[in-house]
């Protein structure tokens, strides 16, 4: 079955970085595209950006752009996020999403990793 | 502040039909495709409804999604307590250049 094993849970101090992997099974890797999605606690859902696993194009919310970079693994079917320069209100749960290969009119998130844990205090 | 807005909760009783609305503008909704996601409390999100109205494989068709100009709605009818959760509304913004989302809608089976 199609699944995204995320890593495990970190915790960060002010202005470090994180990287965080997704693995994904069950289905041809690069005939998709990985999405990140993050939820700060109590909070709604925020899109981060998302990566092309077959180009390695990828697309970063405004918000994100110069501390967020997105990469993948074609060999071990996995995919990356990594945050520089860490701040509190960084600190939420963050998911890995397949992402079909539509138009971007069309863009949405079909399965999804359980998430990881990022807490960011000094 | 979300850049597209649902109403932060709705309730229902089992058996009842229920419509959470999401309002976007013309670069968002207005553009593009609506999706739905379901959250239920301590899980990831899960797909409900994509490209507007359809239903990925597993999903009942209690649940249905509509779109008219620049607002969206999911529909769930037969209420059942197993679909209280947190509902939320997705669409491109070609103004942003990127995926939105609504605040989420907290539906509470009574």
């Known amino acids: 079955q199609v699944q995204l094993v995320q890593s495990g849970a970190e915790v960060k101090k002010p202005g470090a970085s994180v990287k965080v992997s997704c693995k994904a099974s069950?289905?041809?890797?690069?005939?998709?595209?990985i999405s990140w999605v993050r939820q700060a606690p109590g909070q709604g859902l925020e899109w981060m950006g998302w990566?092309?696993?077959?180009?390695?194009?990828?697309k970063y919310a405004q918000k994100l752009q110069g501390r967020v970079t997105m990469t993948t693994d074609t060999s071990t079917s996995t995919a990356y996020m990594e945050l520089r320069s860490l701040r509190s209100d960084d600190t939420a749960v963050y998911y890995c999403?397949?992402?079909?290969?539509?138009?971007?009119?069309?863009?949405?998130?079909?399965?999804w990793g359980k998430g990881t844990t990022v807490a960011v205090s000094s | 502040q979300s850049v597209l807005t649902q109403p932060p909760s709705a309730s229902g009783t089992p058996g009842q039909r229920v419509t959470i609305s999401c309002s976007g503008s013309?670069?968002?909704?207005?553009?593009?495709?609506v999706n739905w996601y379901q959250q239920l409390p301590g899980t990831a999100p899960k797909l409900l409804i994509y490209?507007?109205?359809q239903r990925p494989s597993g999903v009942p068709d209690r649940f249905s999604g509509s779109k008219s100009g620049t607002s969206a709605s999911l529909a769930i009818s037969g209420l059942q307590s197993d679909d209280e959760a947190d509902y939320y509304c997705?669409?491109?913004?070609?103004?942003?250049?990127?995926?939105?989302f609504g605040g989420g809608t907290k539906l509470t089976v009574l």
């Open positions: 999403a397949r992402t079909p290969p539509t138009g971007i009119s069309y863009y949405y998130m079909d399965v």
């Open positions: 069950g289905y041809t890797f690069t005939s998709y595209g």
């Open positions: 990566i092309s696993a077959y180009s390695g194009n990828t």
């Open positions: 013309t670069s968002s909704i207005g553009s593009n495709t």
């Open positions: 490209s507007i109205n």
């Open positions: 997705a669409a491109w913004d070609d103004s942003l250049n990127g995926q939105v």
